[in-house]
């Protein structure tokens, strides 16, 4: 008998964990020995537990940070160390690739076909070039459109697995009730805060065979709403790819990024009119380069603030959502867009940043002006609600979905900046459904 392959899985809290589920954890050649963390701080130095592994780990599968691999390759004998996680660039993906090949044992990625779980209900997936893209508002469309056809959609979300991971193996939220049923992040406020005021359900958490199975039963078209650049976890009918215009050479430079780029049916340009038309020509030539097979929307991201009198000619300080300014390598987003189109002036946070928001800027240099959402624990909370505090501003501008001033002790005024999708040119939210629907219709209850 043939021995067992030992694995050591690479991820940040999201792939990684579908990976070991749907690939490796029922399947007897394989032994992950461990799980290694990136990207996302604090989410290190746990166990995946027994329930949640499987009855040939009784004792779970511990979790370290990405740093420790080459010592745990060596200590552990391992033979296959899998990546399992995105919005990488190649650059970085190069440097991983040749540290894990530099310890003598193989490396790989599983692919969309192993890793997809089908569904008897229509799934639109909507994936990105890189976090920041403008995902979310494009699901947030399809929803009214579904829900103006007298359907119900469902949205099922790329993992966050940042807490008690038994309590996240289904999470569903469907009242603001619901929010407190969990210790949430921000970061997944952010996410599921947007379809409560849609009145949709949203289903995320670690076992997405039985989220699949809980869509299903929930409504009749399910959304694939993806977390960063990752392509999707449920067998997609129609493949929507997202790209920033104001980041054009990211279609060809990230990973999974140029996944979704070749695999998508449509491709949504956003933030058009901000990035001007020769950034939007470039996008354009850089996807059909890829995919010419791709059709085009080119598409706005239009910006609104609720209480705009406390920003117009005010100093203020802007939250941004932080994985699109930290690991989404976008130096600002729409809280910074919002601020400048109302002639605030906006103060720089950074002198004044402590704990684990001054440690976001030291790791992510290319930061602009703005706050990252960063508060994964009780302890960044405390750092992000002091470094607002600190700053010398008479309005805190959030562009983060999640209601971070009921999270936190602000000590200024709050005005809330919100983003939707507009398409002025391709297919529409409108089109992509009709699409959808006469390729997949909605079974007969």
Do not use: C
Request: cysteine-free; aromatic content about 6%; glycine content about 6%.
């Amino acid at each position: 008998m043939a021995s067992k392959r030992r694995v050591v899985i690479m991820g940040a809290g999201g792939r990684d964990f579908h990976v070991f589920n749907t690939v490796f954890r029922d399947n007897p050649g394989y032994e992950v020995v461990a799980f290694t963390a990136a990207q996302i701080p604090g989410i290190e130095w746990r166990r995946y537990p027994p329930s949640l592994a499987g009855h040939r780990y009784p004792d779970g599968i511990p979790i370290y940070p990405e740093r420790l691999f080459p010592e745990i390759v060596r200590d552990q004998a391992v033979d296959e160390i899998v990546l399992a996680y995105s919005d990488l660039t190649y650059e970085e993906l190069g440097h991983l690739l040749s540290i894990a090949l530099s310890t003598g044992a193989s490396f790989r990625i599983i692919g969309p076909r192993e890793t997809m779980i089908p569904s008897y209900k229509p799934v639109v997936a909507v994936t990105a070039v890189k976090t920041g893209a403008g995902k979310s508002s494009l699901s947030r469309a399809l929803v009214r459109e579904i829900k103006s056809r007298q359907l119900a959609p469902v949205v099922v979300r790329h993992p966050m697995a940042y807490g008690d991971l038994e309590a996240r193996k289904l999470i569903l939220i469907m009242t603001p009730e619901d929010l407190t049923k969990y210790p949430l992040t921000i970061e997944e406020r952010e996410e599921f805060e947007p379809y409560l005021d849609l009145e949709t359900p949203l289903l995320a958490g670690i076992d997405y065979g039985l989220i699949v199975r809980e869509a299903e039963r929930l409504g009749d078209v399910i959304i694939w709403d993806g977390g960063n650049n990752d392509w999707p976890f449920i067998k997609p009918d129609l493949w929507i790819v997202v790209a920033d215009a104001l980041r054009p050479g990211m279609e060809a430079s990230t990973f999974p990024g140029e996944v979704n780029v070749r695999m998508a049916e449509i491709a949504v340009i956003t933030k058009a009119r901000e990035a001007g038309e020769e950034n939007v020509k470039r996008v354009r030539e850089n996807l059909l380069r890829l995919n010419p097979r791709l059709e085009i929307a080119i598409a706005d991201l239009e910006v609104s603030v609720d209480r705009p009198e406390l920003v117009e000619g005010k100093k203020v300080v802007v939250v941004e959502d932080s994985p699109t300014v930290t690991h989404g390598g976008t130096p600002y987003a729409a809280g910074y867009v919002a601020a400048r189109q109302l002639g605030a002036e906006i103060v720089d946070p950074r002198p004044y940043a402590v704990g684990v928001i001054r440690e976001m800027y030291q790791r992510y240099p290319h930061m602009g002006p703005v706050v990252p959402s960063t508060g994964y624990t009780r302890e960044q909370l405390r750092s992000l609600e002091e470094t607002l505090n600190r700053v010398p501003a008479d309005t805190v501008v959030i562009a983060s979905p999640a209601r971070i001033e009921e999270m936190i002790r602000i000590d200024k005024p709050v005005a809330r900046v919100s983003y939707e999708i507009r398409v002025v040119e391709g297919p529409t939210p409108r089109d992509m459904v009709d699409r959808l629907l006469e390729r997949h219709p909605v079974p007969e209850a």
